[in-house]
Antibody, heavy 121, light 109 residues
Framework: EVQLVESGGGLVQPGGSLRLSCAAS????????INWVRQAPGKGLEWVSY????????YYADSVKGRFTISRDNAKNSLYLQMNSLRDEDTAVYYC??????????????WGQGTLVTVSS | DIQMTQSPSSLSASVGDRVTITCRAS??????LNWYQQKPGKAPKLLIY???SLQSGVPSRFSGSGSGTDFTLTISSLQPEDFATYYC???????????FGPGTKVDIK
């Protein structure tokens, strides 16, 4: 059974840092690209970042570029999101989501349960 | 950047109703359009990919259509478990970006 389990969320002050983790199981982690997606309270979904299976390709949304860093450790079946210079507007539930793609589609087929990050003084 | 819009933003419907949700892209995205369902406190769940392909395990009352800039998600006969928020997502820009629509909340009339 494919599972993605996020952790590391919590309360942090504006300007602070936090590191999220996503532990994967039930599939060959090193074969898949993974994304972070967030959802502010009562709001819609926002794509945050992408990392390829080998970490060779990384992309960020403009809203987090220069402040967030995505990484992975295939030996540990784990994905990370280092979040620095946090702002109030970064408050959200953060999900990791597996990307499944071919020449005809790209989709997020499995999601974690999410971890809540609250940025507040 | 590709922008996604959805209409309506919310709707009220009864069990058994036929429900249609529309999604529009700011530029042509071919058929690189996915639909997700999200219930309160839960992660999104993939329903439809490539505009019209039903994800494995998803009931056949869900269907998708469209290409280019205009897409629709149809629930042929609304069931109690279908009350949720529905999001479209473009993957034309993959992997540089994956824009979601603002969502359509379906609740009980």
């Amino acid at each position: 059974e494919v599972q993605l389990v996020e952790s590391g969320g919590g309360l942090v002050q504006p300007g602070g840092s936090l590191r999220l983790s996503c532990a994967a199981s039930g599939f060959t982690f090193s074969s898949y690209s993974i994304n972070w997606v967030r959802q502010a309270p009562g709001k819609g979904l926002e794509w945050v970042s992408y990392i390829s299976s080998s970490s060779s390709t990384i992309y960020y949304a403009d809203s987090v570029k220069g402040r967030f860093t995505i990484s992975r450790d295939n030996a540990k079946n784990s994905l990370y999101l280092q979040m620095n210079s946090l702002r109030d507007e970064d408050t959200a539930v953060y999900y990791c989501a597996r990307l499944h793609s071919s020449g005809y589609y790209s989709l997020f087929d499995f999601w974690g349960q999410g971890t809540l990050v609250t940025v507040s003084s | 950047d590709i922008q996604m819009t959805q209409s309506p933003s919310s709707l009220s419907a009864s069990v058994g109703d036929r429900v249609t949700i529309t999604c529009r892209a700011s530029q042509s995205i071919s058929s690189y359009l996915n639909w997700y369902q999200q219930k309160p406190g839960k992660a999104p769940k993939l329903l439809i990919y490539a505009a019209s392909s039903l994800q494995s395990g998803v009931p056949s009352r869900f269907s998708g259509s469209g290409s280019g800039t205009d897409f629709t998600l149809t629930i042929s006969s609304l069931q109690p478990e279908d009350f949720a928020t529905y999001y479209c997502q473009q993957s034309y820009s993959s992997p540089r970006g994956f824009t979601f629509g603002p969502g359509t909340k379906v609740d009980i009339k």
